[in-house]
Nanobody
Framework: QVQLVESGGGLVQAGASLRLSCATS????????MGWFRQAPGKERQFVAV???????YYADSMEGRFTISRDNAKNAVYLQMNSLKPEDTAVYYC???????????????????WGQGTQVTVSS
């Protein structure tokens, strides 16, 4: 069974840090690019970051410098370190896997084949 399971969300104050984890099973995930998206209430799902099989990373402009994506293929896990959190970072964060992205096309959610159920991140001011 193919699964992506996020964890690590919670309620924090502005300026704090959180580390999200995505545990994967059921496939050889090292062959996929792994990404994080987020969705705030009433808003569209938004690209956050992606890490390719090679380890190359891409970030949304508003998050580069604050967020760091990493992966541990031996553990079949992907992580999102989030620092200097802001209230506008409040959202449900989703882990996703893609076999389709390219270096120039990676932000669309429709390029991602598998999704987790999401983990809530709430940042209070």
């Amino acid at each position: 069974q193919v699964q992506l399971v996020e964890s690590g969300g919670g309620l924090v104050q502005a300026g704090a840090s959180l580390r999200l984890s995505c545990a994967t099973s059921g496939r050889t995930w090292s062959s996929f690019a792994m990404g994080w998206f987020r969705q705030a209430p009433g808003k569209e799902r938004q690209f956050v970051a992606v890490i390719r099989r090679s380890g190359g990373t891409y970030y949304a402009d508003s998050m580069e410098g604050r967020f760091t994506i990493s992966r541990d293929n031996a553990k079949n896990a992907v992580y999102l370190q989030m620092n200097s959190l802001k209230p506008e970072d409040t959202a449900v964060y989703y882990c996703a896997a893609s076999a389709q992205i390219t270096s120039s096309d990676y932000k669309s959610q429709y390029l991602y084949d598998y999704w987790g159920q999401g983990t809530q991140v709430t940042v209070s001011s």
